[in-house]
């Protein structure tokens, strides 16, 4: 089926000063003006450490939780035994560290907190994907992200065989609902956004099927599906006829998705996939 494709996503790029911003702040909030625990250790006593999971997962978070430690101690020394984006079992060392004991200590749960989030992210993302292997369908993400880590979250998704609909309100229009109730229609919604910015991706989301068709009418290229009933979703699809790239959207859950996919829509938005999100098991020993 030849569909009309929107323009593609800008790369997701790992930045070192972003990333040592973010860690920044989160060391902030923990470390504040020092940790008085670890200071009760000699200043230049060393230690070693290794990382281990006690489930199974997929790996996401290495490079916030290299940073945490780097900041604390330049000199520390991080050896991987995996890379994000892939699986671990329940006993597997991940990585060894070792540096000084204060940084070890002082970075523990900082870099821990953001290498079990992201990995439950990624783990989450990578049971939906598997949901929906080998169909033609893109799993896509939602801005449903923890404030302040939506582009580790997002990061996460990407790692466990997700994509991402947008990182931001910056980089793609989604007219919903309200848009269009304050634009006045779906056609003068669509013809508003393409004239103020020619060349952004353009989505607009239709709660039924006599919708759909004054969006396919306006030239809507991408059409989110909101809260269709998988009988009406096959609907669209063949009303459709690849004239524009659907997505289903709303409440859709592991158990669910293989029958959405199945309707033939090329895309999937799940909020669950960085909203809902249950930390690895994960556990740092010094050795």
């Known amino acids: 089926m030849s569909h009309t494709s929107a323009a593609p996503q800008p790369p997701l790029i790992l930045d070192p000063a972003r990333i040592e911003s973010q860690v920044r702040l989160a060391l902030e909030e ?21 990382l281990i999971t006690r489930e199974s997962a997929v790996l996401c978070g290495a490079p916030w939780f290299e940073t945490v430690f780097r900041l604390l101690d330049p000199e520390i020394q991080i050896c991987w035994d995996v890379n994000d984006g892939e699986h671990i079992s329940p006993g597997q060392r991940l990585c060894t560290i070792a540096g000084h004991s204060r940084a070890l200590l002082t970075g523990e749960r ?25 169909l033609p369908v893109r799993l896509l993400d939602t801005r449903k992200t923890l ?6 979250q997002k990061y996460a998704v990407r790692c466990g065989g997700g994509h991402n609909h947008r990182i931001g309100l910056f980089d793609v229009i989604l007219i919903k609902e309200n848009h269009i109730l304050a634009a006045g229609s779906i056609p003068a919604a669509l013809e508003t956004a393409r004239t103020l910015h020619p060349g952004v991706p353009v989505e607009i989301e239709v709660e039924s099927l006599a919708e759909l068709e004054i969006a396919l ?29 659907l997505e289903a959207s709303g409440g859709i859950s592991l158990e669910t998705i293989r029958a959405v996919a199945e309707t033939g829509v090329d895309r999937i938005s799940v909020g669950a996939l960085t909203k809902d999100v249950r930390a690895v098991d994960l556990s740092m020993r010094v050795l």
């Open 147 to 152: 404030p302040g880590l939506r582009f580790q």
């Open 30 to 50: 923990d470390v504040g003006s020092g940790d008085l625990t670890a200071s009760l250790l000699p200043a230049d006593q060393m230690a070693r450490a290794e």
């Open 217 to 245: 009418g306006a030239g809507a290229s991408v059409v989110l599906l909101d809260n269709f009933a998988p009988d009406d979703l096959r609907r669209a699809v063949a009303l459709t006829a690849g004239r524009a790239q």
């Open 110 to 134: 900082t870099a821990m907190n953001y290498l079990q989030m992201l990995s439950g992210t990624a783990t989450l993302a990578r049971r939906y994907a598997d949901a929906v292997a080998g």
